[in-house]
């Protein structure tokens, strides 16, 4: 609305806007771009967020704006079509009382490479401690994405999960091979990660899979993976690699490896 015209103008997203006369009737008064923001999935694709999935465009900040997008709602699905997204910086999923699903079209067909020079390539955890809240996380996954750290520096991880409970994986993670890099590092620092389930392929990796605790919040994280159920395949490429590792006190009761 021009509000020194008395005139409104409207027109389908990218196009020219349509001056209409005083005295009509406005019965649409949301862009698509608003619209967009309704729905459940986000595509990191979309004209929304803008991904390029082209193996050469920079898509950190086009991913993260769709994972923010997509928590702000509520949770959801952040939804990466086929292709390979260059990721320079990580991507953070603060998920406190909601469950964010962060999916490909399939291990092989998305890909996240990594260029970082510290931190994992993707985060997702929850920080507020189960004892003082009744939002804890519930839910949430990350599946159908291959990771790739050909690109990234020594120490980075594939991907960071922890402080979460019943957490889906189905990834598989390669070439993190610098000194103290893992594939998918499992990571209480607030809480604890329990019943979390699927599958992981880890090829060429300095530490495939690593369960883990570093306190951050407060005295209550504990090392607990209780009730881990995961299939988790292995590929050594050299003498040197390790296979599943537990450090800090980690463990796994009623559970299945």
């Known amino acids: 609305l021009n509000t020194s ?26 862009s698509a771009g608003t ?9 990191v694709r979309s004209s929304q967020f803008g991904a390029k999935g082209d193996g050469t465009t920079d898509d950190t900040a086009a ?16 939804y990466l079509p086929p292709g390979t997204y260059k990721v320079s910086s990580t991507i953070s999923a603060n998920v406190t009382g909601v469950s964010v699903y962060i999916t490909g079209a399939g291990r092989g067909a998305t890909t ?13 955890w929850d920080p507020v401690i189960a004892a003082t ?15 790739d750290n050909t690109n990234a520096a020594a120490g980075c991880a594939c991907a960071q999960v922890g402080d979460v409970f019943q957490f889906a994986l189905d990834v598989a ?15 209480n620092q607030y ?3 329990e019943q979390t389930h699927g599958s992981i392929y880890a090829t060429n990796c300095q530490i495939p899979v690593l369960f883990d ?9 504990t090392g607990s993976f209780y009730r881990t159920d995961l299939v988790i395949w292995v590929n050594q490429t050299t003498a040197t690699q390790n296979g599943v590792v537990f450090q800090n006190g980690t463990y796994i009761a009623d559970g299945a490896l």
């Open 63 to 78: 991913i993260q704006a769709a994972v923010t997008v997509c928590i702000r709602r509520g949770g959801g699905i952040v």
């Open 213 to 221: 605790q570093v306190v951050v919040g407060t005295v209550n994280v």
């Open 35 to 43: 619209l967009g923001d309704l729905t459940q999935t986000c595509n």
């Open 173 to 187: 993670v390669q070439n993190a091979t610098g000194a103290g890099s893992a594939g998918v590092h499992l990571l």
């Open 5 to 30: 015209t008395g005139l409104v103008v409207r027109g389908a997203e990218g196009t020219t806007p349509v001056t209409h006369g005083a005295g009509f009737t406005v019965r649409n008064v949301a």
């Open 133 to 147: 809240t009744t939002s804890y996380l519930y839910g949430g996954g990350l599946t159908g994405i291959t990771f």
């Open 112 to 124: 996240i490479a990594y260029y970082g020079t510290t931190g994992p390539a993707l985060k997702i």
């Open 191 to 193: 809480w604890w990660t």
